[in-house]
């Protein structure tokens, strides 16, 4: 019997799963979404209470190089968003040395690629990454801290997560609907690399489908946008 998987994947596919516009136009589902993001939103403003001196800049490269590294990987969508939810979460709850902070980032990058896709990125690769800055032993060791502190709860709701649900309701996306909803991802992806967009995932989704309306064009659908988004 032959099991290899033949099926052609075009370049434009970049979903895992088939729609479900039952699920999708159900409001029920946004609420529960609403919900369950309530327990895993960073509790505080961690750069206010840290005493290692650390800057918004320094969270911003960091979150930077996460999301050059999922890029580079072709990372699921989800990996990205969940891997800051993460680090901002662990540094909510640890004040650790701004030294440690590529650290944390490569091991939040180790878990949220466990729990969202097939693949988890490697530790090896991990630490290619930081030009072997880190060892192999303390990603190992830094993710059972992180873990910990994090109490185990590593099923977070994300910005990514209301996308699909917005998108069946919007009037102004039959067009190129693959195009649009990589670009909401893109704006989205962006607001989390800045702090001052530290927000709940339903509103950073707001901010970055603002970014598309405002546009009168958007050159990444190819047509005229005239409508506002309805929520």
């Given at each position: 019997m032959n099991l290899m998987c033949t099926e052609s994947q075009t370049a434009s596919e970049d979903r895992c799963f088939a729609e479900d516009r039952t699920i999708f136009r159900d409001e029920r589902a946004v609420k529960k979404l609403l919900e369950t993001?309530?327990?895993?939103?960073?509790?505080?403003?961690?750069?206010?209470?840290?005493h290692s001196n650390l800057q918004p800049f320094m969270r911003r490269v960091v979150a930077t190089w996460?999301?050059?590294v999922c890029e580079e990987q072709r990372c699921e969508d989800q990996v990205f968003p969940l891997s800051?939810?993460?680090?901002?979460?662990?540094?909510?709850?640890?004040?650790?040395?701004?030294t440690h902070l590529q650290l944390t980032g490569a091991v939040c990058l180790l878990l949220?690629?466990?729990v969202r896709q097939c693949m988890a990125l490697s530790i090896e690769l991990l630490c290619?990454?930081?030009?072997?800055?880190?060892?192999?032993?303390?990603m190992r060791e830094w993710e059972l801290l992180v873990i910990s502190k994090l109490e185990w709860r590593i099923v977070a709701v994300t910005s990514f997560d209301y996308v699909?649900?917005?998108?069946?309701?919007?009037?102004?996306?039959?067009?190129?609907?693959?195009?649009?909803?990589?670009?909401?991802?893109?704006?989205?992806?962006?607001?989390?690399i800045d702090t001052s967009m530290s927000l709940p995932s339903?509103?950073?989704?707001?901010?970055?489908?603002?970014?598309?309306?405002k546009q009168p064009y958007c050159a990444y659908t190819d047509y005229a946008v005239y409508n506002p988004p309805v929520y």
């Open positions: 993001e309530s327990q895993y939103v960073p509790g505080c403003d961690y750069m206010a209470h840290s996460m999301l050059d800051v939810n993460f680090l901002d979460r662990f540094l909510c709850a640890c004040d650790i040395s701004k949220a690629s466990k290619y990454y930081t030009e072997n800055s880190v060892t192999p032993e303390e699909d649900h917005i998108m069946e309701q919007i009037k102004w996306k039959r067009r190129n609907d693959s195009m649009l909803r990589r670009h909401m991802l893109t704006l989205i992806s962006f607001c989390y339903i509103k950073l989704f707001i901010v970055s489908i603002q970014g598309i309306y």
